[in-house]
């Protein structure tokens, strides 16, 4: 097989690193693997959501009244934009050997994702604030729970980047230091795409109805 | 202490929580438990074994001793729930109009550990741990892709098990059943630990069976040896493929419920509570978008076993092979579709309902192919009824009459009158039992042999196969006539004295079936003394056909010496067919395995200390638990060097030893294959 051969999908170390592609291989295969077992977790709890925001409201607050679209318009672009900063840590995780402008990419990501949690930790709060909180309905418990878990899952995401920045820092940038980044890589476009999946149904659609 | 303190430090566990309990025969059973442990650690002590444990087993990442160490944790569960089950069939007997021996609360606690313990702690290991041992051989490779992920899969189960023993000893388990149907496990209606247990100890199972999951799928389609193209891998990994897709599928859903009722337990949220926008229905979806595709997780490896066990014993090729790779993957994508006919009676429309009956109904097609394949692969061969095959024998006969029972209540309107009630138990364990459970036991009599270099003996294989066959029919075939009759499941007491005949017999079957086990016992301890006589070094006992046959039982840890390159799916049986079989490789080289490590069983234990800690709300122990346990990944993740070479000097002299002993050793005919000369050499048939 040839160094220019994708084997697995995403961006793949063929030209920069011959012997590391070959073992990307399996490696990479079995993430994405694990990303579809993750991504049957996020479509339980949208389905869920979807079900309780119609018979779990109990007189309580409506999807309408719980949707800030300013907020959420903010944390999009905060999130989306820290997918673009992380495709462009892929790429100097594939093409620089000496980490330095990986950690430049990897750092604004951070910034971003710990931004988009501020974000989404102010409107929990001011939800909170309002008496609106998951305690009060179905629907409610719906909407706090499948939030929290894909926040869970940014801020797993950000302590598995501060995990992998100390080692870069202790060991350089190693053939199994690469094959991880990729691998965080692709855990965090996951975590855009549900992002967009909840926009579109909790966000949008809530405003509208 | 103030009360305070007490509830800080030890959350809501306290002194009354321990033995002796309430009711004699919960005393008795939390001896058992605690005497049991004793047991085996003075056992180890006085045998001086710890040190051979820890460095031989509990720390070993080769996929073998992984799968052996699941089959062990499955037997153990196993005794367990067969106990309860027989306790239950005592209750059942003597209490048609009278108090029977344990109390309804008890009697709720005994089917709803044996239902869980039989589904996450027998079968799942049964299934992981064969799957574990057989398929990366059956497809020429060294390991599976993810060693360590393996082990932890391993010992995330073994701590869900572990948290039901801990159950039997400590506080109580759920009342609720193995399904854990809300508001009856809402704080409401079940406050206390028991519903914690049973949902902490299911997530365990549950987390660590999706990594096993993703481990396996990874390793079919990513480690194949050369030469082995997806449609020469033999049918047990086929099915083995099809269970690791349902388990990536399917557990999901089952996390989602339990962690989902446990926010409704642990937050007050309201998912599946009575007021406040709660719907249980939701709940019930959940969990059986889970729980059907898991009943096809428990039966495709059996009926990759059936495929080996029936093709090898009649010395023939699998009949159908393609039909039957088309007919597990139909199961596999058909089992997503019906989970709807386990809530036919739950109020939604009819329309709904015969959807989702036909569609269960169309899963009888793939499987009759199957049936039918496996009758045309016997039919003219040359038949062996050793004991695996006759276990295979018994399992066509009641798995055809539990399909069409299955087929029976997949109807709507004969489901409306017969739902939730013992037809129902006979219907589920008939396939279970002589589907899944008889499978593994014919699969570990099948590759024991292999795994350890000698034959089980054959005599208490038969009549551990004539008592389990036959225990099994006394103990379920009155069920159906008892569920058309009007008895419930799980009723600790009844008021009919019609039932009693029938009870008896059920009685009498399970007590069939403790002879059953006592047998397949006895036959471990006679094989194991009669060891020299029934050893098989050359590894090819029965004339297989795949590519586990051809390495020396037990095989080395890298497991083949060169990775076996193959242009057919019976490669094995031509290589001896042309009288190369046993002949040196050109070459060898060094080989690398992976390095032992404890992190994965530290994994397990943090995971244990997590879920009791959950269970009693003793919150710092729980943090601590569930922080060591992610503390054990990052550790692993700054382990340099993982893996250890094994050069290609001592590959060969290993190999090259036992190429010799092949070719000293006398080839055998099939027939005279339980006989003593079976060496492990299967005579060249042309
Ligand atoms: C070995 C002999 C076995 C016997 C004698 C036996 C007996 C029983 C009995 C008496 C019940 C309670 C029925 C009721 O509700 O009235 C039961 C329930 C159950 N059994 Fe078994 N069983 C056996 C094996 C198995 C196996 C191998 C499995 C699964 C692999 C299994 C899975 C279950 C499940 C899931 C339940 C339902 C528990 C519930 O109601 O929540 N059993 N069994
Ligand atoms: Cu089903």
């Keep these: 097989m040839s160094a220019g051969k994708n084997l697995h999908p995403g961006i793949n170390l063929g030209h920069s690193d011959p012997a590391?592609?070959?073992?990307?291989?399996?490696?990479?295969?079995?993430?994405?693997?694990?990303?579809?077992?993750?991504?049957?977790?996020?479509?339980?709890?949208?389905?869920?959501y979807s079900a309780m925001s119609v018979h779990g409201v109990a007189g309580g607050p409506e999807p309408r009244d719980v949707t800030d679209l300013a907020s959420a318009g903010i944390e999009t672009a905060l999130l989306l934009l820290s997918s673009f900063t992380i495709g462009m840590a892929s790429l100097a995780n594939k093409y620089h050997d000496d980490g330095r402008r990986l950690l430049q990419w990897l750092g604004l990501t951070a910034v971003l994702g710990?931004?988009?949690?501020?974000?989404?930790?102010?409107?929990?709060?001011?939800?909170?604030?309002?008496?609106?909180?998951?305690?009060?309905?179905?629907?409610?418990?719906?909407?706090?729970t499948l939030l929290g878990c894909h926040a869970l899952h940014v801020a797993a995401g950000l302590l598995w980047m501060a995990v992998l920045v100390l080692q870069l820092m202790a060991t350089g940038l190693e053939r199994a230091l690469r094959l991880r980044f990729m691998r965080l890589a692709l855990f965090w476009h996951m975590l855009d795409i549900v992002w967009v999946a909840i926009l579109t149904f909790v966000f949008l659609y809530g405003a509208a109805g | 202490m103030s009360e305070e303190l007490l509830y800080w430090l030890a959350g809501d566990l306290r002194w009354s929580d321990f033995p002796p309990k309430a009711d004699m025969i919960a005393t008795i059973a939390a001896l058992i438990v605690v005497a049991g442990a004793i047991g085996v650690v003075a056992t180890l002590t006085i045998a001086r074994r710890w040190r051979w444990l820890f460095d031989n087993w509990l720390s070993s990442l080769d996929h073998k001793k992984i799968g052996i160490m699941y089959m062990v944790l499955a037997f153990v569960m196993l005794l367990r729930a067969v106990i309860e089950a027989v306790l239950m069939r005592i209750q059942q007997a003597l209490s048609v109009n009278a108090q029977g021996v344990v109390s309804a609360d008890h009697f709720a606690q005994l089917f709803s550990t044996h239902g869980t313990i039989m589904i996450f702690f027998v079968a799942m290991p049964f299934i992981?741990?064969?799957?574990?041992?057989?398929?990366?051989?059956?497809?020429?490779?060294?390991?599976?892709?993810?060693?360590?992920?393996?082990?932890?899969?391993?010992w995330l189960s073994a701590a869900g098990a572990a948290i039901l023993m801990a159950s039997l000893v400590i506080g109580e388990f759920s009342t609720g059943g193995w399904s854990g149907y809300p508001p009856f496990t809402e704080l409401a209606y079940s406050p206390g630990e028991g519903v914690d247990y049973w949902i902490w100890a299911v997530t365990l199972s549950s987390i660590g069976t999706t990594l096993t999951g993703i481990n396996f799928a990874t390793t079919i389609y990513?480690?194949?040896?050369?030469?082995?193209?997806?449609?020469?891998?033999?049918?047990?990994?086929?099915?083995?493929?099809?269970?690791?897709?349902?388990?990536?599928?399917?557990?999901?859903?089952?996390?989602?419920?339990?962690?989902?009722?446990?926010?409704?337990?642990?937050?007050?949220?309201?998912?599946?509570?009575?007021?406040?926008?709660?719907?249980?229905?939701?709940?019930?979806?959940?969990?059986?978008?889970?729980?059907?595709?898991?009943?096809?997780?428990?039966?495709?490896?059996?009926?990759?076993?059936?495929?080996?066990?029936?093709?090898?014993?009649?010395?023939?090729?699998?009949?159908?092979?393609?039909?039957?790779?088309?007919?597990?993957?139909?199961?596999?994508?058909?089992?997503?579709?019906?989970?709807?006919?386990?809530?036919?009676?739950?109020?939604?429309?009819?329309?709904?309902?015969?959807?989702?009956?036909?569609?269960?109904?169309?899963?009888?097609?793939?499987?009759?192919?199957?049936?039918?394949?496996?009758?045309?692969?016997?039919y003219r061969g040359r038949i062996r009824l050793t004991a695996p095959m006759l276990f295979a024998m018994t399992f066509l006969l009641c798995f055809v009459i539990g399909g069409l029972t299955g087929i029976i209540l997949a109807n709507p309107p004969v489901d409306f009158q017969v739902h939730n009630s013992l037809f129902l138990v006979a219907h589920f364990h008939n396939m279970l039992i002589p589907g899944t459970l008889f499978g593994m036991i014919a699969g570990y009599m099948f590759w024991f042999p292999k795994a350890f270099g000698f034959?089980?003996?054959?005599?208490?294989?038969?009549?551990?196969?004539?008592?389990?066959?036959?225990?099994?029919?006394?103990?379920?075939?009155?069920?159906?006539?008892?569920?058309?009759?009007?008895?419930?499941?799980?009723?600790?007491?009844?008021?009919?004295?019609?039932?009693?005949?029938?009870?008896?017999?059920?009685?009498?079957?399970?007590?069939?079936?403790?002879?059953?086990?006592?047998?397949?016992?006895?036959?471990?301890?006679?094989?194991?003394?009669?060891?020299?006589?029934?050893?098989?070094?050359?590894?090819?006992?029965?004339?297989?056909?795949?590519l586990e046959w051809w390495t020396p039982a037990p095989p080395p840890e890298y497991n083949f010496a060169?990775?076996?390159?193959?242009?057919?799916?019976?490669?094995?049986?031509?290589?001896?067919?042309?009288?190369?079989?046993?002949?040196?490789?050109?070459?060898?080289?060094?080989?690398?395995?992976?390095?032992?490590?404890?992190?994965?069983?530290?994994?397990?234990?943090?995971?244990?200390?997590?879920?009791?800690?959950?269970?009693?709300?003793?919150?710092?122990?729980?943090?601590?638990?569930?922080?060591?346990?992610?503390?054990?990944?990052?550790?692993?993740?700054?382990?340099?060097?993982?893996?250890?070479?094994?050069?290609?000097?001592?590959?060969?002299r290993q190999n090259e030893a036992w190429l010799d002993c092949a070719r000293q050793t006398a080839p055998v005919t099939r027939f005279a294959e339980v006989e003593r000369i079976n060496r492990g050499r299967a005579m060249e048939t042309t």
């Design chain 2, 455 to 546: 034959r089980l003996d054959e005599r208490w294989g038969r009549i551990a196969w004539a008592c389990w066959s036959g225990g099994f029919l006394a103990a379920f075939m009155p069920l159906y006539w008892l569920g058309l009759m009007g008895m419930m499941r799980r009723t600790a007491i009844s008021f009919e004295a019609a039932y009693q005949p029938w009870l008896n017999a059920a009685w009498a079957g399970a007590a069939l079936i403790v002879c059953g086990i006592v047998a397949l016992g006895i036959q471990l301890v006679v094989s194991v003394r009669r060891r020299s006589d029934l050893a098989v070094p050359v590894g090819d006992p029965w004339d297989g056909h795949s």
């Design chain 1, 20 to 48: 590391g592609h070959h073992q990307a291989e399996p490696v990479m295969f079995g993430f994405w693997i694990f990303l579809m077992s993750d991504l049957v977790l996020f479509a339980l709890l949208l389905a869920t």
């Design chain 2, 222 to 378: 990513k480690e194949r040896c050369e030469g082995m193209h997806l449609f020469r891998m033999p049918l047990f990994c086929w099915t083995s493929l099809c269970t690791a897709i349902l388990m990536i599928f399917a557990m999901p859903p089952l996390t989602v419920a339990t962690a989902l009722l446990a926010l409704d337990r642990y937050a007050g949220f309201h998912f599946f509570t009575n007021g406040a926008g709660g719907n249980m229905m939701n709940y019930a979806n959940l969990f059986w978008l889970f729980g059907h595709p898991e009943v096809y997780i428990l039966i495709l490896p059996a009926f990759g076993v059936w495929s080996e066990v029936i093709s090898t014993f009649s010395g023939k090729r699998l009949y159908g092979y393609a039909s039957m790779v088309f007919a597990v993957m139909c199961i596999a994508v058909l089992s997503f579709t019906v989970w709807l006919h386990h809530f036919f009676t739950m109020g939604q429309s009819t329309n709904v309902n015969a959807v989702f009956g036909i569609a269960t109904m169309l899963i009888g097609i793939p499987t009759g192919v199957k049936v039918y394949d496996w009758l045309l692969t016997m």
């Design chain 1, 114 to 144: 710990i931004g988009f949690l501020a974000m989404e930790a102010r409107d929990f709060a001011s939800l909170i604030a309002e008496g609106a909180v998951p305690q009060r309905s179905g629907f409610l418990s719906a909407h706090f």
């Design chain 2, 128 to 154: 992981s741990g064969l799957i574990n041992y057989v398929m990366p051989l059956q497809i020429g490779a060294r390991d599976l892709t993810f060693p360590f992920m393996n082990a932890v899969g391993l």
């Design chain 2, 562 to 652: 060169r990775r076996p390159r193959i242009e057919d799916t019976e490669a094995f049986t031509n290589a001896k067919r042309d009288g190369r079989a046993y002949h040196a490789p050109p070459s060898y080289e060094d080989i690398e395995v992976p390095r032992n490590t404890l992190i994965p069983a530290g994994i397990g234990a943090a995971g244990f200390v997590c879920a009791f800690a959950l269970s009693w709300h003793i919150w710092w122990a729980a943090l601590l638990g569930l922080a060591a346990m992610w503390a054990g990944v990052v550790l692993r993740s700054l382990q340099g060097d993982t893996e250890r070479v094994i050069p290609a000097a001592e590959v060969q």
